[in-house]
């Protein structure tokens, strides 16, 4: 990169969580109640180049080659750049700014785009600042953007950090296992609709801290489910992993149903397919599965499983699409710009 230039692009995969964060104890700060723990998938992608410079007369933002005019997502976009901004440079923002991003996946459908969205949205930030941060302050600052970002900055297994302090500076990712420990691992990501989701995470989470039955037990839950996963990692032992991670998973969709307003992102179709898999494993056949806020399914299994489950799963025509993922790397900067 020219250093006199200030523009950068980087690539990251989105996670998923094996345990789920769903709950904040500071809505601002994006401070969690629990640790989670995620897996980075490979195969899908955002690239995001940011570029600072004279030319522009405006902020742009680009995302999926549809320019958002001034939407809350391009607000959120330029509210990150201004935090990394204000973090690395001593100055007001006096220079306007252009963002392309793409996403190999939908957006905003429950494939978790916004973890691989704001990580690469920060890293190229921080790279076209030309910023020297740690890696635990680049998943700090990606927090800010979106809570499970934070864990999309490295690859294989990694844990988010609730943190105690009311700052945050405690609060950010760490990698377990790195992307080269399980090269058998294996996700499916089920496509059963690519719409947005009805409502956010962001809101959804907030009306189930506030008035869910359920959300006291959720957490002494889930601290208790990180312990025995990390054991389940470390053994490689991949049924107890599974069964973690699926119960995680379908005990925070419970916490979700039991808020008011009730929030139910499972459909029918996803109600069948989760009855699919559990049927299959009492066919032999080990998998599990997890789902975060979306009606979409990420099936846990291993590679020698997965020609025998994409085959059963052919007789389910509402399925749009299978993406078999394995354990994908962290935030890289890329040569090729955007633009
Ligand atoms: O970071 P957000 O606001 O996209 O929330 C993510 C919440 C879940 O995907 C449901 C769980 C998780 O840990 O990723």
Redesign the pocket.
């Known amino acids: 990169m020219n250093p006199t230039m200030m523009k950068a692009t980087s690539r990251a995969h989105p996670n998923?969580?094996l345990i789920?964060?769903?709950g904040k104890r500071n809505n601002e700060l994006i401070l969690p109640f629990t640790n989670?723990l995620?897996v980075t998938l490979d195969n899908l992608e955002t690239v995001t180049t940011v570029d600072f410079s004279s030319i522009y007369r405006e902020d742009l933002v680009i995302l999926n080659e549809v320019e958002l005019l001034s939407n809350s997502t391009s607000f959120k976009i330029i509210h990150h750049i201004d935090l990394i901004w204000d973090f690395l440079m001593n100055r007001p923002r006096d220079i306007f700014v252009k963002v392309v991003s793409k996403n190999n996946f939908p957006t905003a459908a429950g494939f978790?785009s916004?973890?691989s969205g704001i990580a690469a949205l920060t890293y190229a930030t921080i790279l076209a600042l030309h910023g020297e941060l740690s890696w635990s302050q680049i998943s700090l600052l990606a927090r800010r953007g979106?809570?499970?970002?934070c864990r999309s900055v490295y690859g294989g297994f990694v844990e988010w950090h609730a943190g105690k302090e009311h700052d945050g500076r405690d609060s950010y990712a760490t990698k377990v296992h790195s992307e080269y420990y399980w090269p058998d691992f294996r996700m499916l990501v089920i496509v059963l609709s690519s719409q947005p989701k009805y409502i956010s995470?962001?809101e959804a989470?907030a009306v189930s801290v506030k008035t869910s039955p359920l959300f006291p037990s959720w957490i002494i839950r889930c601290e208790r489910d990180i312990i025995d996963l990390k054991k389940a990692l470390d053994l490689k032992a991949f049924s107890m992993l599974g069964k973690i991670a699926e119960e995680n998973s379908l005990a925070?969709h419970a916490v979700m149903e039991a808020s008011q307003p009730s929030i139910i992102y499972h459909t029918s179709e996803t109600q069948i397919i989760i009855s699919a898999i559990q049927s299959l494993r009492r066919t032999g056949l080990n998998c599990y599965l997890t789902s975060?806020?979306g009606s979409n399914i990420q099936i846990i299994a291993l590679h020698k499983d997965i020609s025998s489950i994409l085959e059963s799963l052919k007789q389910y025509p509402f399925i749009q699409k299978i993406i078999t993922c394995g354990v994908g790397k962290g935030v890289e900067q890329i040569k090729e710009d955007l633009f």
């Not at 979106?146 to 970002?149: E, L, P, T, V």
């Open positions: 998923i969580a789920k964060y769903w989670s995620s978790a916004s973890s979106s809570g499970s970002a995470s962001r989470m925070m975060d806020a």
